[in-house]
């Protein structure tokens, strides 16, 4: 029972402070997507993001022989980098296009038959 009692403690002593440190770690993440929230928010404010309509629409080829088209880009001016990035984000909306094409089905006929 001795052995076992003190196992269940160390355990348990384990568990709060894993617990702990996840509650640390999302406190930290909390700060900082308050910090970058509060830094865009900024940046919007004076007018220092702009969403130039040049390259929409384009298609990009990578290294690797894949493909993306250009669905938005944000460019923050009145700033200067000795690097530039690219940043691509892709994803895929699968419960969106369920929904969306029967309805758009729908409005495109009701504006048909009006």
Known sequence: MGGDGGTRRGAA????????????GKAQ??????ASAWRTGRLLAR???????????HWLTFA????????RETVRVRATTRDPALL???FELPLIGAVAEPADRWWRLRKAIA
């Open 64 to 71: 690797d022989g894949t493909r993306s088209q250009v669905y």
């Open 47 to 57: 007018g220092d993001l702009r969403t130039p309509p040049e390259h929409v629409g």
């Open 88 to 90: 691509v984000v892709a």
């Open 29 to 34: 993440h909390a700060a900082a997507f308050a």
């Open 13 to 24: 002593a384990l568990g709060k402070a894993t617990h702990g440190a996840a509650e640390h």
